[in-house]
């Protein structure tokens, strides 16, 4: 197995973490309790949700987003067919809940400067098919929610954020994950923070939290406002054997609710942390003109203030992608393309028809020329950052 002296993430785990997972285990109750009501309350009281739910992975709660919107509990629904825009730089659980909920994904570029959606490309796909727009917060940077919020107005569209690699990024004051109807976080190992897997699913409104609740939980009654009136209208049935809705079972633990809820608390001082770290490696690269001329680093948006997930890198045109990303690991530095690159090219795309267009230049040239580095948390020796940018030269 490689030896990499710089890997896209080290284990996360404080020994304080570790503790709080211990005493969850001691305790021998382990499934879904009391410490995941108090992290969905933390959570939304720190991040100014309203609702927040916790479940298994950031890609459930892509899926328990999705599924609310077409649940016939909802007053307002989508329609099978109806269109949902989605960058084409995306993660497969950001696309694939459009697919399995029976709405139609329509592929925007990106803006090439932030790798968030292109927003003037984005208002030319919208017809009166589009109902709905799934955002995909890119490695801790985003597009002019400014701009994106008067779009979704004019519009009148449902908005989704993946918020899943911005946990804590602002927009002029304003986390991400509280614009739109819906937000999703993960609290995957890579992640600001970790319990190990896990993610949060945000709503504005507690009609569309008592349907989340439900489709989590296998469609249940248990837990519900409305528990009891349900109860009452069906007692042919038992009460605590009532199915009210359709559902899965998405459910998160309280180990990982204590994990993640001790990791939560020292969010900021994380994101400090990182931004440091980005910082000191930006600095030595912009030090090192070959390196500098020919790798160009993510700036940060404009009224953005980040919460960094990794370091996306885009390479010069003359240099080939698959040589520079050879040497980088032969010399021990763990790389990965952003996000997963231009998901037009994907072959489950293809399979499923699910795009005519092609015309996605900028998520191309990512594709063609882009990867990321991971971002400690932990501060990084001088030694491993000059190391870093030496063997980002030596791939040149």
Known sequence: MQKYFYPLVENPYRKKDIDEGIKVLKSRRLTTGLLTTKFQNTFSNKIKTNYSLLVNSGSSANLLAMQCLINPYRKKRLKSGDEVLIPALCWSTSLWPIVQTGLKPKFVDIDINTLNIDLVDLEKKISKKTKAIILVHVLGNCTNMNQLMRIKRKYNLILIEDTCESLG????????????????????????????????????????????????????????????????????????????????????????????????????????????????????????????????????????????????????????????????????????????????????????????????????????????????????????????????????
């Open 169 to 396: 990024t602002k927009y002029k004051n304003k986390y991400l994950g509280t614009y739109g109807e819906f937000s999703s976080f993960s609290f995957y190992s890579s992640h600001q923070i970790s319990s190990g897997e896990g993610g949060m699913v945000c709503c504005k409104n507690e009609e569309d939290f008592e349907i989340l609740k439900a489709l989590r939980s296998h469609g249940w009654s248990r837990g519900l406002k409305n528990e009891k009136t349900i109860s009452d209208k069906n007692q042919n049935l038992d009460k605590r054997f009532i199915f009210y809705n359709s559902g899965f079972n998405l459910r998160s633990t309280d180990i990982a609710a204590s994990i993640g809820l001790s990791q939560f608390k020292d969010l900021q001082k994380f994101i400090r942390n990182r931004t440091i770290n980005r910082n000191l490696i930006n600095r030595e690269i912009k030090s090192n003109l070959k390196v500098s001329q020919n790798f160009n680093i993510l700036k940060q948006n404009n009224h953005v203030k980040a919460s960094w997930f990794g370091i996306p890198i885009i390479i010069s045109k003359k240099l080939l992608r698959k040589n520079v990303i050879k040497k980088l690991e032969k010399y021990g530095v763990e790389t990965r393309p952003i996000i997963s690159g231009n998901f037009l090219k994907q072959p489950s795309v293809k399979k499923y028809k699910l795009s005519k267009s092609t015309n996605m230049k900028n998520a191309e040239l990512v594709n063609n020329k882009g990867f990321f580095i991971g971002l400690p948390t932990k501060k990084i020796e001088k030694k491993i950052i000059k190391k870093l940018v030496k063997s980002l030269e030596k791939s040149i």
